[in-house]
């Protein structure tokens, strides 16, 4: 089985902290993007014949950007072109600024059970700094909304340690989320990337980082969260029982998934490659590289450990590549056990804790 992601790559404007391939929304972009989207699909729909697929993710970008009747049209190509599994997830992303009750209602209709919400913050100052195109009442109202309309799963995207991000704001938002209890939360330390807007205010001396690079506000969260049921599944993802992203697991357990559109990525058939960042991407790609059997050994055993509670399954790695986890890297994990970063039982080897806050320095021990 395989998973798909679709990347729209229009938003309403980029905010301040993205290097993600988007583009404010142009008709003329907007058309060859349709025409090129659907080639490709064509192309994967060939490839693709004898494979189920199990979850799709449409990324941005803003997808809903589109219009409801544009949004369907992508919908049902997709549905069309490729195998579904019975009840596969089907996500998309959504900004509060672009979401009502019959382009909710109508994405439901055309088979998505999973919307992403990015709210990032509750705080309109906070938005404003990092260049966001909604304001917190429309990201309240869109919480309510998708509520209402019923959609079987939905997350709330969150950013924290963010410049001048005090604690009481960021306590704040997640309380005011929290009252709404989405099955799903992602919490995100803030990453300044180098070539954003905000990475340059930054570097000039705009704003302050937090002493704590955001520490203390993870640990809150972690608090409030366990306290409302929520399971830490994954180390900046929070999910009810049975809520947990498919999508995304695929990823963390280091599984084929093919991108579609301009900038997506894949991991097919032992090879990663990544679609160029331009409007005739289709043609040709930016990245190619053959994964050798131990760069995948080691890839797949640091994605599995960002799951805090499946990690690594000894027996599902075995089956994998043919050699036991705990004796091809018996060295390291007994090294990272005596510094309190991993624990291992008979079946699994997991993040401890402590692991959880320093888990760079435990992937980079196995690479």
Known sequence: MISLYVHIPFCLRKCKYCNFFSVQFDQEKSTRYLNNLFKEIEFWKEKLAKDEVKTIY?????????????????LRKLKE?????????VTIEANPKTVDKEKLSKLKEEGVNRLSLGVQSLSDRILKLLGRAHTAKEALEAMELVKETGFKSWNVDLIYAI?????????????????FFPPHLSLYSLILEEGTPLYDEVKKGFYDLPEDEGYEMFLKAIELLKEKGYIHYEISNFALEGKFCQHNITYWKNQPYVGIGPGASSFYEGWRFKREENFDWFLGYS?????????????????????????????????????????????????????????????????????????????????
């Open 58 to 74: 449409i990324g941005g970008g803003t997808p809903t950007i589109y219009d409801k009747e544009t949004l369907s049209l992508i």
């Open 163 to 179: 410049p001048t991000q005090k604690m009481e704001e960021w306590e704040e938002t997640l309380r005011e989320v929290l009252s």
């Open 287 to 367: 990245e190619v590289t053959k994964i050798s059997k131990e760069e995948e050994m080691k890839e797949t055993i640091f994605m599995n450990l960002r799951l805090l509670v499946e990690g690594i399954d000894k027996e599902a790695f075995l089956k994998r590549f043919g050699v036991r986890v705990e004796e091809r890297y018996r060295t390291v994990i007994d090294e990272l056990k005596r510094n309190g970063l991993l624990e291992e039982t008979g079946e699994r080897i997991r993040l401890t804790n402590r692991g959880v806050f320093l888990g760079n320095q435990v992937f980079e021990k196995f690479l």
């Open 81 to 89: 072109s490729f195998n579904l599994v019975e009840d596969a997830e």
